[in-house]
């Protein structure tokens, strides 16, 4: 989540759209298929923001997950929160 907010926000490496966001998208889908988890689809939000179609399927389980709750809610929750916010544009950053 970290490489690809900074690729959001600052665009300052094609190694993070190019190279990163592929191999990053291709192992999670795999872990998504063997493990699931709604957290995996949450990170994986970043995909989006490189640009790439294999980012899709990940935004399309994100708008479709359902909110974070039980033992954990916390940070699912905020990773889920964090996810929405650059999906959707919103997440800005002040200073």
């Keep these: 989540m970290n490489i ?12 993070q759209t190019q190279t990163y966001a592929p191999a990053y998208g291709a192992y999670h889908e795999n872990q998504r298929r063997q493990h699931g988890g709604p957290v995996l689809v ?3 939000f970043g995909l989006r923001l490189a640009g790439r179609s294999t ?30 916010l650059h999906v959707s544009g919103t997440f800005k950053l002040y200073y």
């Design 42 to 44: 949450q990170c994986a």
């Design 55 to 84: 980012g899709k399927p990940f935004v399309d389980r994100l708008w479709s997950a359902q909110i974070p709750t039980g033992t954990y809610r916390y940070y699912d929750g905020t990773l889920y929160m964090l996810s929405l």
């Design 4 to 15: 690809m907010m900074d690729s959001n926000f600052f665009a300052a490496d094609p190694w």
